[in-house]
């Protein structure tokens, strides 16, 4: 595994951290499972859209596998704590918000979607499905990534124009997150 897959991981970690418990006001208690899925689900949508991007040889299948496995642990991760309490804006008493809906809806479809990139990146799925077959696959990766663009910004849109509630002045996980998974369809678009 190339060295960049961890450091993306733990440079997200490190902003998680600092946003979240050092200059907010999360207790530490909740860095093991609530903090620690922010960093891993930012790391898997920066790996996911490196992996349409790079031009290094053998790092798209890299970068997509760790990418997807990732995506799967943010999905343990967060049902481990899917409760209002932690989730307010998805959450309420009577089950999900408006947002929340739109939010977990694109996440759930982005993810049944990358299942085809991934099943894509096995060894010989290149050879059995011919690559006209195999591309198509891998460009529905690109709309995945717009799904999960619409699963970040449903959730954190309402505090993006509010700069001065942002912890030491960082912008959220949610706004960053949502502007990398935007950046391969936009490419691709204006490559046309
Ligand atoms: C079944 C599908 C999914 C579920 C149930 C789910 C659940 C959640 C939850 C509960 C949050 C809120 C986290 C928080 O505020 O701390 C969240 C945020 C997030 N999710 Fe997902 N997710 C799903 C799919 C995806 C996919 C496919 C991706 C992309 C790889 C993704 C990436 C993100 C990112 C980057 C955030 C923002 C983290 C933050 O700012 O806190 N999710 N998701």
Redo the contacts with the bound molecule.
């Keep these: 595994m190339p060295a960049s897959v961890p450091i993306i991981f733990l440079l997200w970690l490190g902003y998680a951290t600092l946003r979240y418990n050092v200059l907010g006001t999360v207790a530490w208690q909740e860095f093991p499972v ?1 903090v620690a ?2 960093a891993v ?2 790391a ?2 920066t790996l ?1 859209v490196a992996a349409y991007l790079t031009r290094r040889p053998g790092r798209p299948r890299i970068y997509g596998i760790a ?1 997807f496995l ?2 799967l642990v ?2 343990v991760l ?2 481990l704590v ?1 409760d209002p309490q ?2 307010p ?2 959450l309420s008493a009577g089950g999900l918000t408006p947002a929340g809906w739109w ?2 809806t694109a ?2 479809v ?2 049944l979607l ?1 299942c085809g990139p991934f099943w894509a990146s096995r060894q010989n799925a290149l050879d059995r499905l011919g690559e006209t077959r195999w591309r198509a696959v891998q460009r529905v990766g690109y709309l ?1 990534l717009a799904l ?1 663009g619409i ?2 910004a449903a ?2 849109v309402s505090g993006w124009l509010r700069p001065s509630t942002w912890p030491g002045g960082l912008p ?3 706004l960053l ?1 949502t502007t990398l ?1 935007l950046c391969p369809l936009v490419l691709r678009v204006r490559k046309k």
Excluded: D, E, R
Aim: glycine content about 8%; overall charge positive; aromatic content about 8%.
């Design positions: 609530y899925n922010k689900s930012a898997a949508v996911l990418g990732l995506m943010h999905l967060s049902l899917f932690h989730y804006k998805i939010s977990i996440g759930v982005a993810s990358l995945a999960c699963h970040t959730l954190g959220p996980i949610t997150t998974a």
